[in-house]
Structure formats: structure tokens, C-alpha cells
């Protein structure tokens, strides 16, 4: 009786695996986990608030270190579109671009674009916003926004076209994002926004009065995920 009893137990036991220390399987769990921890990483990237510049690197070395391919990363490729534009046409001291916690951060000096008073986009201006255009139209996505903010500086206009700074800076940004539109960006991907004054440059502070005011009058366009 103890005797089939033992046996019993000894037939309920689990089989121990038996590794064999040269064999490489170890090497598939660890590629999974390496896997699993990386796909949690991106999915808390891609619902927090940061840098998306630094996050689109980020991501890029992360892909080239597991898979040896590079990910398509378009707010860098719009980035160093730009960049070539603008060294191209001598246009640094007119526009600028960053990578910003939004996206691209593309800013255009208020010269470049209007004369002063109007909300009118210049006739010289044309050919610069078309290649700007082009880029933002090539490089994005469907899933990437394009939001343009207008900005005065705090000298009040008080015009019958325009009763104060925010329908200045609303209108100036309005005719950006129309003019992005009859070059192709889908509508659903605009949005014009006017700040007026409200928001100065925080670089700017420090600066005789005169160039604080210069610098504050811009327009900015925002490439930036939904």
C-alpha cells in the first residue's frame, strides 16, 4: 500500500525541464521581455506631455539599437527640411525653427510676412511660405496638427479694420492657415489662434524696449501631434 501510494505522488510530481547549459533559449525570453519593457515605454511616451523632439531621438536610437532600421521620425525630417530652406535662401534672421515639447516650432519674424498694421501677407513673402508649405506638406503626417498663433507687440491699434491687437493677431494667423490650405493641408489638420500681447517672448525681457516689441510681433506655426 505505502509502496502505490509513494508511486502516486512520484506520478503527480512535475517534471523538471532539463536545461542544457550551452544552449542559447535563455536568449528568446530576454528578447521578449526587452520587448515587452520597450513597447511599455512608448506607450507612456506617447500619452505624456513631453518633448516630442527629444522623445522622436529617443525613439530613433531605441529602434536602430533592437532592430538595425531606423523609424520614420517626421518632426526631425521637418526640422532639417527647414533648416536647409533657410540656410539655402539667407533667411535666418526671418525664420527660425526648434523642436519644441509640442513638435516643430517654426517662427516667423512679423517682417517677414505683413508690413506693419496689416494683416495683408506680402507679396515677397509668397515664395518663402510656399517652400515652408511644401516641407510641413511633404515631412507630416495626417495624425500631426498645424496650428498658427499670431502676435502683436503691446502698442494698442485702434483701426475701423481692426479695433485691437486681437483681431490684428487673429487675422494675421487666419491668413496663414488659409493660405496652408490652398496649398493642400487638409482643414481638419488647421487651427489659427490670435494672442495679441498676451503672450511675450520670455527671452525678450532683458531688451532695450524697441527690440522686446520687434521680437514679440511674429507668427508662429506649430507641426504637433493631435
Known amino acids: 500500500m505505502e509502496e502505490s501510494v509513494s508511486s502516486k505522488h512520484r506520478g503527480l510530481r512535475r517534471r523538471r525541464p532539463n536545461f542544457d547549459d550551452s544552449s542559447s533559449s535563455w536568449l528568446i525570453t530576454y528578447s521578449d521581455a526587452i520587448t515587452l519593457l520597450l513597447a511599455f515605454f512608448v506607450m507612456i511616451l506617447s500619452v505624456s506631455d513631453l518633448n516630442q523632439g527629444k522623445v522622436e531621438a529617443l525613439k530613433e536610437g531605441l529602434s536602430e539599437a533592437m532592430t538595425g532600421e531606423a523609424p520614420p521620425t517626421p518632426f526631425t525630417d521637418i526640422k532639417e527640411g527647414l533648416e536647409q530652406l533657410i540656410a539655402k535662401n539667407g533667411l535666418e534672421n526671418q525664420v527660425s525653427v526648434t523642436l519644441d515639447a509640442k513638435g516643430v516650432k517654426i517662427e516667423f519674424a512679423n517682417v517677414a510676412l505683413y ?111 493631435y
Do not use: C
Open 115 to 225: 508690413q506693419s498694421g496689416s494683416a495683408d501677407i506680402k507679396p515677397e513673402a509668397i515664395s518663402t511660405l510656399k517652400e515652408v508649405t511644401r516641407v510641413i506638406r511633404e515631412t507630416s503626417h495626417k495624425t500631426h496638427m498645424v496650428e498658427v498663433e499670431g502676435h502683436t507687440d503691446d502698442v494698442p491699434i485702434h483701426t475701423e479694420k481692426f479695433p485691437s491687437n486681437w483681431e490684428l493677431s487673429s487675422v494675421r494667423a487666419t491668413n496663414v492657415v488659409r493660405y496652408l490650405l490652398a496649398q493642400g493641408i487638409e482643414k481638419e489638420r488647421l487651427k489659427a489662434v490670435g494672442y495679441a500681447d498676451s503672450r511675450p517672448k520670455e527671452n525678450s525681457k532683458n531688451l532695450p524696449l524697441n527690440q522686446q516689441r520687434q521680437n514679440n510681433r511674429r507668427i508662429v506655426v506649430f507641426v504637433k501631434r
